[in-house]
Every structure is written in C-alpha cells, then in structure tokens.
C-alpha cells in the first residue's frame, strides 16, 4: 500500500510538472503523461469511493471510482472550453490541482475490507475447466483484435467517428474551446447533442494534440467498466459470484460488443456503463439513503445524460425500479429514513447538474430550448426546434422499420449466443423472480427486487421500438443486453438448483463461447492456433490450481506495463504514418499538403475527420455560402441559425474561403456536392483537380497571393 501511495504521488508531481516541459516531446514521455494522468484520476476517483462508500463491495467502488475519475476529467475539461481555455497545458494543471485538494482533503482513506468475490469461477472439475478456457479464448481474442488493429484508422468500425465525434474533438484542439461543427447537409443535429463521449476522446487526445491513436478507441474501457457495472449489480441483487461470472462473460462475447464498437469513439458503451452504474446506485440508495449514495447516483445520472439524450428516456425506468426497492423495504424504512433520503436525492441532482447539465444550459441560453433541435410542445408551453428531427417525421424514414422476428434473431446483432438467450432471459427471468416472491414469503422482497431490475430490458427494448427512429443496430440496446446476460445467468443458475440441467446448459455456454471467441479469427490461422493454445493452458491450469494470488496484485499489473510499454511506444508512435493505409484519398491530401498542414474546406457528405490529416494539422471548415461565416460553428451563446439552408452566391463562398485562409478542397459526391462543386468546375482557372476515385474529389484553390486565416 505505501508503494502505491508513492506510486500515486509521483504520477501528481510528474502531471503538474508537464506544462514546463518542451512543446517538442517525445512519444514515449506523451505514453507516460497519458499514463500519469489516468492513474491520477483513477486513484483520486478510487479514493472518492472509498470515503463515501467505504461498506460496499469492492466492485462497487471500482464503478463509483470510474464515474469519479470521468467527471474528474470531463467537467473541467467543460469549464475551460466554455471561457475558450481547452488547452492541454491548463486541463492538466486543473486536474492536478483539484486531484491534490482532494487527496489532501480525504487525509489517509481507509475502506472495509471485502473478502466475498462479487465474481468467481465453479469450484473445480470440468465446470471450472470450461469457465476458465472461456475466459482466456476471451482475453486472448481481446488481445489479438487489439493487436491486428493497432494501425486502423479512426472510424474502422462505425461512420460516426469520422462524421461527427473525431470532428468535433479535432475542432476544440484547433479553437480551444466547445465549438460543434454544423453539417451542410445529412443530420444537422449533432452539434447540439450532449458532449461527454466527445470530452472523453480529447482527454486521451490532449496528452499528444497530434496523435490521436488512443483518442479514436474511447470507448474501450467503458466496455470494460460495463463488465465491472454487469458484477456490481449481480451482487447487489445477491447472485452467486459463479452466476455472475458467466453474466459477464455472455456479454463479453458479444462481437457487436467488442471489437467492433469497443474499439472506437463513439458514446455508446459509456452511456451503458453510466446507465447500469446509476441502477446500481439507484439500488444502494434505496438500500441504504446516505450522501455517498447520493453522490453515486448524482454522477451515473449526470454522465448518463451529458453523454446521450436517450438517457433521459431512461431516467423513469431507474425511478421506477428506486420506486419498487424503496417501497419493498416497508413502512419502517419510510418513516425513519425519509429525511437522509431527502438529502441525497437533492444532492444527487445537483451532482448530476454539474456531471452533464452543460449542453442542456447552453441549448437553453441560445435556443430557448435546452432539448434542441428537438421541439418541445406540453399545453401552452412551446419550445423552438427544426423540422425533420422529431419521431413523427422520422418514423417514415427507412432506418424505423423494422422486422420484429428477424431483427430479434440477427447473430451480428445480438451474437450468435445471444440471439437465443437475450428475449427469452427478458421475459422469462422477471416473471420466476414474481412467481418464487409469490411462493416464498420469507424472501419476498428480495425476489420483487430482482423482477423490477430483471424486467428492464423489456423497458429498455420498448423505448427503443417506439421512441428511438433508427432500428439498424443494436447499440442502443447494450444495457438491455447487459440485464440480459444476467437473466439468461440467473435462469441457467436456477436450473442449477434442480439437477444437472443447469450445469449442463452453463458448460454448454462456456464451450460456446470459447469457440466463437476462436472464429472470429477464422481468416489468421496464426492467430486462432495461438488463441486455442492460451485457451488450453487455462482450462489445464483451473483444473491444477487456483489463480496464483501475485497475478492479482498492483505489483504485477506494473510490471505488465512495463515490460509492454516499449511495444506501446513503438505502436503509438508509428500510428500516424500508417493510419491512412485503408484511405487513399486522405492519403493523397497528405502527400500534397504536407506535414505543414493548410486550410481544407470540406463539401458534401458528411465524413469529414479524416481530412484534418496524419497529425491533425490541417483546419477543416464547412464553409457557408452565404455571408453568415460567424454561424458556421455552434457554441454557447451563439446562433442555431441553418447557415445552408438556401443556395447561397459563389461570391459569399469565395470571401468566406478567403477570409478563412483555404487552400484546398474536398468534395465527397454523394449527391449533396453542389452547388460548390459546379461553381469549382466552372471555373478551371482558379480550382485544380488533383485526385478523383469517383466518390472523393480532392481541389487545389489558386489563389493570387498566400492566404493568412481569420477564424
């Protein structure tokens, strides 16, 4: 312990240090700030949790430190870009600060010990066997996916990266402050949705302002935190720590899961995490109303909505489950506890306030509506907003439809496990739950506890159906799924209790799970031979003897980091010249442009992050046609005004390039490209054609002397 307190202290000093240091740093020493500033929130969000919530398990603190270690890094990070301070030298020197008052506030923190694991494999034999060979063909695959994709360009597996997350970061590094980026033409939505997701990638960004090699994979340790949200909630509705396991590993396998949207920028795994941590806390706090309770659920709910505004669909499912949990406790529990109650219920919500109400006050202060561009008619009262956003107009849009049985049944959606455990654990494992309350009076609490959570995804399913508009995926309905696992767990467990058959049906889902884990890398024989090796080992090692208690120590996870970090250093730094192998035409901009970087104005469909170059050194600019370039950004107390609404002169466009220093131009035909494209081939005189594949058209602008931007 008094290693670790070293440890940590060094890695404050070494933050605080980092704005005196050179501009011109190394990748190594930029893997190490990065380094040094996870481990500072972390353990300043570790430390939060084991002083407000020194009694819970150790897995509910590692949820509440996550949350903590979020808000730690984003909520400044939202401070400095609203006075235009979004720089990386002031947010570490924020962070420091606030992480040493906290540290020296909290004084020396202790917590209860918690000996009973909140996960753990089956005792011994071939269950155990199976369990851990599942476990490491998982780990193995993880590694494997990680490793392949090292150089994969941001956006390899989703659209929206390099439509609208990534440029949105790129453009608060250019600016310094919270500007969004307003498309001319798809969805013009976007820069009034809600920012965390987004402030998460620029943290990660911010120690390298030119790499963006972990910025574009985010959202990879919120899908691990999911796990982490998945046990704490098993253990707070009691399930055996085996039962539990196998609920983390059913939704670890889920490849819609992990790699494909893992291993990305977008918001979709934070939000689920955020959603099944504020649960958890919602459960805690009917439990047992205190202030660190309050603070627990302030931050899920806060983080949950400041990521997405589908969260706030969500908020009267986790009312209703508190609802149920409050009043299964019986009148004993009102009368005496309604007063700490109250107090943490008004703390959470001004946690929650501060953790996600920014985009909500900004909307507010420019638009009237803090929901915008959504509008808001309740009786006499009516809110602002556009056309073309609300469900009614998009209901007739083909992402809404949607073909119940086979969506349901779709193995890339739901895997092709899941897709036979998801919808029968949803409707099967509540109505147990009620039927064993009804049975066994002595514990008729705990089971109504466990239908409320258990019939959530049934919740969460309807919300998606009927108030979400696009029905192509399965990422909104990641914690339905994740409630899901733990139904499908807790049935199989259940059956467990009667006979055989519920071991029979979990060894069937681990050795399942296993060799999905091995086909997914069908297409590398190296790797699947090497995957069912490690999967060996595993499961000859569970059968020998437990997990070696060093594998589970901080001691061991250091010197992991050590002996990878050289390998680390090498990826990160060779990431930028090899990130646009898959992308020529970003390529050819780069091979014209340079490493100087230059003015890019960016027309047509909406995919323009990839255009700000290896290293981010070009400006990218949607550029108006018309003479309101000061509407072409979004920021608190700006304008919502649609500067592309109408055609606009070519005049307005060419001073708007100039007066904005471009010098190129990229057009992606889709469809959407005219009029500048027109105008662009008009006039040969004055805009070159340098690369064209048919969809990405790539523009030199001639300009009669060199243009100097006035942004």
Same mark, same amino acid.
């Given at each position: 312990m008094q290693y670790r307190s070293y440890f940590c202290s060094f890695a404050l000093l070494f933050l605080a240090a980092v704005p005196l240091a050179s501009s011109a740093l190394a990748t190594t020493f930029e893997v190490l700030v990065l380094l040094a500033l996870l481990v500072v929130l972390g353990e300043t969000g570790w430390r939060l949790a084991c002083r407000l919530l020194p009694d819970a398990p150790r897995v509910t603190r590692l949820s509440f430190a996550a949350l903590g270690a979020t808000a730690l890094?984003?909520?400044?990070?939202?401070?400095?870009?609203?006075?235009?301070?979004?720089?990386?030298? =002031?947010?570490?020197?924020?962070v420091a600060a606030l992480a040493g008052l906290v540290w020296f506030g909290l004084g020396r923190v202790v917590a209860v010990a918690d000996d009973e694991p909140s996960v753990a494999l089956p005792a011994a034999g071939w269950p155990r066997a199976l369990a851990a060979a599942a476990v490491c063909a998982l780990l193995a695959s993880a590694a494997t996916s990680i490793h392949f994709e090292r150089y994969a360009p941001p956006g390899f597996h989703g659209f929206d990266d390099n439509s609208y997350h990534l440029a949105t970061v790129a453009t608060w590094l250019e600016r310094g402050d919270l500007a969004g980026v307003k498309f001319a033409h798809g969805d013009r939505s976007t820069p009034y949705y809600p920012i965390v997701g987004e402030l998460v990638s620029w943290v990660l960004l911010a120690p390298f302002e030119d790499n963006d090699s972990f910025a574009r994979w985010s959202q990879l340790p919120y899908f691990l935190l999911t796990?982490?949200?998945?046990?704490?909630?098993?253990?707070?509705?009691?399930?055996?720590?085996?039962?539990? /396991?196998?609920?983390v590993v059913l939704y670890a396998g889920l490849k819609r899961a992990f790699p494909i949207l893992a291993l990305g920028a977008g918001n979709d795994h934070a939000a689920t995490f955020f959603t099944l941590a504020g649960l958890e806390a919602v459960l805690l706090l009917a439990a047992a =109303?205190?202030?660190?309770?309050?603070? %627990?659920?302030?931050?899920?709910?806060?983080?949950?909505?400041?990521?997405?505004?589908?969260?706030?669909?969500?908020l009267p499912l986790l009312a209703g489950v508190f609802v149920v949990a409050w009043l299964v406790r019986g009148s004993g529990a009102w009368r005496g506890e309604a007063g700490r109650l109250a107090g943490a219920l008004v703390l959470a919500a001004a946690v929650a306030a501060v953790a996600g109400g920014y985009t909500y006050a900004r909307n507010a202060v420019t638009t009237g509506n803090p929901l915008y561009p959504v509008p808001i008619r309740i009786g006499a009262l009516e809110l602002p907003g556009t056309s073309g956003v609300t469900l009614d107009e998009r209901r007739h849009l083909p992402p809404f439809a949607i073909d119940l049985p086979e969506y349901l049944f779709r193995p890339d959606l739901f895997g092709r496990l899941g897709r036979f455990l998801w919808t029968p654990a949803a409707i099967l494992a509540p109505l147990l739950a009620l039927? &064993?309350?009804?049975?066994?009076?002595?514990?008729?609490?705990?089971?109504l506890l466990e239908a409320a959570v258990l019939a959530l995804p049934v919740a969460f399913f309807l919300i998606f159906l009927f108030q979400v508009h696009d029905h192509r995926d399965s990422r909104y309905l990641f914690p339905a799924l994740g409630l899901a696992a733990l139904g499908s767990a807790r049935?199989?467990?259940?059956?467990?209790?009667?006979?055989? &058959?519920?071991?029979?049906? /979990?060894?069937?889902?681990?050795?399942?799970?296993?060799?999905?884990?091995?086909?997914?890398?069908? /297409?590398?024989?190296?790797?699947?031979?090497?995957?069912l090796v490690f999967t060996l080992l595993g499961a000859a090692g569970a059968l020998r003897r437990p997990i070696p208690r060093f594998l589970r120590q901080p001691a061991f996870v250091g010197l992991v980091v050590v002996v990878f970090l050289p390998g680390l250093v090498h990826a990160v730094g060779h990431y930028p010249e090899r990130k646009f192998r898959h992308l020529p035409a970003?390529?050819?901009?780069?091979?014209?442009?340079?490493?100087?970087?230059?003015?890019? /104005? %960016?027309?047509?469909?909406?995919?323009?992050? =990839?255009?700000?170059?290896s290293r981010l050194q070009n400006r990218v600019a949607i550029v108006p046609r018309n003479f309101w370039r000061a509407s072409r950004l979004y920021y608190w107390q700006g304008t919502a005004v649609d500067f592309s609404s109408r055609r606009g002169r070519y005049e307005a466009w060419q001073r708007n390039l100039r007066a904005l220093g471009i010098d190129y131009v990229v057009v992606i035909r889709a469809g959407e490209e005219d009029p500048e494209r027109a105008w662009m081939a008009a006039r040969p005189g004055r805009y070159e054609r340098f690369y064209d594949d048919g969809w990405v058209e790539l523009w030199r602008i001639r300009w009669e002397r060199p243009q100097s931007p006035n942004r």
């Amino acid at each position: 312990m008094q290693y670790r307190s070293y440890f940590c202290s060094f890695a404050l000093l070494f933050l605080a240090a980092v704005p005196l240091a050179s501009s011109a740093l190394a990748t190594t020493f930029e893997v190490l700030v990065l380094l040094a500033l996870l481990v500072v929130l972390g353990e300043t969000g570790w430390r939060l949790a084991c002083r407000l919530l020194p009694d819970a398990p150790r897995v509910t603190r590692l949820s509440f430190a996550a949350l903590g270690a979020t808000a730690l890094a984003t909520v400044p990070a939202t401070v400095l870009g609203h006075f235009g301070w979004l720089w990386p030298e =002031p947010f570490f020197l924020t962070v420091a600060a606030l992480a040493g008052l906290v540290w020296f506030g909290l004084g020396r923190v202790v917590a209860v010990a918690d000996d009973e694991p909140s996960v753990a494999l089956p005792a011994a034999g071939w269950p155990r066997a199976l369990a851990a060979a599942a476990v490491c063909a998982l780990l193995a695959s993880a590694a494997t996916s990680i490793h392949f994709e090292r150089y994969a360009p941001p956006g390899f597996h989703g659209f929206d990266d390099n439509s609208y997350h990534l440029a949105t970061v790129a453009t608060w590094l250019e600016r310094g402050d919270l500007a969004g980026v307003k498309f001319a033409h798809g969805d013009r939505s976007t820069p009034y949705y809600p920012i965390v997701g987004e402030l998460v990638s620029w943290v990660l960004l911010a120690p390298f302002e030119d790499n963006d090699s972990f910025a574009r994979w985010s959202q990879l340790p919120y899908f691990l935190l999911t796990l982490v949200a998945i046990a704490a909630l098993g253990r707070r509705l009691g399930l055996p720590a085996t039962t539990t /396991a196998l609920a983390v590993v059913l939704y670890a396998g889920l490849k819609r899961a992990f790699p494909i949207l893992a291993l990305g920028a977008g918001n979709d795994h934070a939000a689920t995490f955020f959603t099944l941590a504020g649960l958890e806390a919602v459960l805690l706090l009917a439990a047992a =109303p205190n202030f660190g309770a309050g603070v %627990y659920l302030g931050l899920g709910v806060g983080l949950l909505v400041g990521t997405k505004f589908l969260g706030l669909l969500f908020l009267p499912l986790l009312a209703g489950v508190f609802v149920v949990a409050w009043l299964v406790r019986g009148s004993g529990a009102w009368r005496g506890e309604a007063g700490r109650l109250a107090g943490a219920l008004v703390l959470a919500a001004a946690v929650a306030a501060v953790a996600g109400g920014y985009t909500y006050a900004r909307n507010a202060v420019t638009t009237g509506n803090p929901l915008y561009p959504v509008p808001i008619r309740i009786g006499a009262l009516e809110l602002p907003g556009t056309s073309g956003v609300t469900l009614d107009e998009r209901r007739h849009l083909p992402p809404f439809a949607i073909d119940l049985p086979e969506y349901l049944f779709r193995p890339d959606l739901f895997g092709r496990l899941g897709r036979f455990l998801w919808t029968p654990a949803a409707i099967l494992a509540p109505l147990l739950a009620l039927g &064993l309350a009804w049975r066994r009076a002595g514990e008729r609490r705990r089971w109504l506890l466990e239908a409320a959570v258990l019939a959530l995804p049934v919740a969460f399913f309807l919300i998606f159906l009927f108030q979400v508009h696009d029905h192509r995926d399965s990422r909104y309905l990641f914690p339905a799924l994740g409630l899901a696992a733990l139904g499908s767990a807790r049935l199989i467990g259940l059956a467990g209790d009667r006979g055989r &058959l519920g071991s029979a049906l /979990a060894g069937l889902c681990w050795l399942v799970t296993v060799g999905l884990a091995i086909d997914r890398h069908r /297409a590398e024989p190296i790797a699947m031979v090497t995957i069912l090796v490690f999967t060996l080992l595993g499961a000859a090692g569970a059968l020998r003897r437990p997990i070696p208690r060093f594998l589970r120590q901080p001691a061991f996870v250091g010197l992991v980091v050590v002996v990878f970090l050289p390998g680390l250093v090498h990826a990160v730094g060779h990431y930028p010249e090899r990130k646009f192998r898959h992308l020529p035409a970003a390529l050819a901009l780069e091979e014209q442009v340079g490493v100087a970087g230059a003015g890019v /104005a %960016y027309v047509g469909y909406n995919y323009p992050y =990839p255009f700000w170059g290896s290293r981010l050194q070009n400006r990218v600019a949607i550029v108006p046609r018309n003479f309101w370039r000061a509407s072409r950004l979004y920021y608190w107390q700006g304008t919502a005004v649609d500067f592309s609404s109408r055609r606009g002169r070519y005049e307005a466009w060419q001073r708007n390039l100039r007066a904005l220093g471009i010098d190129y131009v990229v057009v992606i035909r889709a469809g959407e490209e005219d009029p500048e494209r027109a105008w662009m081939a008009a006039r040969p005189g004055r805009y070159e054609r340098f690369y064209d594949d048919g969809w990405v058209e790539l523009w030199r602008i001639r300009w009669e002397r060199p243009q100097s931007p006035n942004r």
